[in-house]
């Protein structure tokens, strides 16, 4: 079965601060989602993005699906933005997770 | 107007016992999903249904039971619940195999 690898594991960010999340898969997709997993546990849907680049705020995505790998990009981060961001892939209707990266944000 | 909910939210058991999940989405959908997430926050797929049939069983015990009375609805039951059941479920939709998925609110099940 595909493959996903996240990274970094974990990040710490002072406010206000940029980050790039790296997503890497082992096999062509026609599916793959950006999720934000907040602290109360909810799964929050950022990015369907299997191929091409999208935008919506301060938050921006990339998939190169020649090349196997998909960026998540947050400017100006805020503490709400604290949580687990998981990439999830599918090219069978099942989305396979990658082990997510937590990301904190500091005030 | 909650597109994909999920009864109960937390649930607390006793080894043993069965129980069952259930869960409803508003968003005309026809594929429906369980995901289980881990203590160690990792998601796998459990089922698939489509049009009210199966399309994806992962290697799950014959204890876990889905069914989908119709489009808008896929329960899961699971019988004689052990610790290792303890876990978060999420149920999900999409409008096919390939679309977008949306997932519920999820339900904690630990089982004591």
């Known amino acids: 079965g595909i493959q996903v690898e996240q990274s970094p594991p974990d990040l710490i960010l002072q406010e206000g601060a940029n980050s790039t999340l790296r997503c890497n898969f082992s096999?062509?997709?026609?599916?793959l989602q950006w999720f934000h997993q907040n602290p109360w546990g909810q799964l929050i849907n950022l990015f369907y993005i299997p191929s091409g680049t999208k935008q919506n705020g301060r938050l921006s995505a990339t998939t190169v699906a020649t090349e196997r790998y998909s960026l998540l990009y947050i400017s100006s981060s805020q503490t709400t933005d604290s949580g687990v961001y998981f990439c999830a892939v599918s090219n069978t209707g099942k989305l396979i997770f990658g082990q997510g990266t937590t990301l904190q944000v500091k005030p | 107007d909650t597109a994909v909910s999920q009864t109960p939210k937390y649930l607390v058991t006793q080894m043993g016992n069965d129980k069952s999940i259930k869960c409803e989405q508003n968003l005309g959908h026809d594929t429906m999903y369980w995901y289980k997430q881990d203590s160690k926050k990792f998601l796998k797929i459990m089922f698939s249904?489509?049009?009210?049939?199966?399309?994806i069983n992962e290697t799950v015990p014959n204890r876990f039971s889905p069914k989908s009375p119709d489009k808008a609805h896929l329960n899961l039951h699971i019988n004689s619940l052990e610790l290792g059941d303890s876990a978060v479920y999420f149920c999900?939709?999409?409008?096919?195999?390939?679309?977008?998925?949306?997932f519920g609110p999820g339900t904690r099940l630990t089982v004591t």
């Open positions: 999900a939709s999409s409008q096919d195999t390939r679309s977008e998925q949306y």
């Open positions: 249904y489509n049009n009210k049939e199966l399309i």
């Open positions: 096999d062509s997709v026609n599916n």
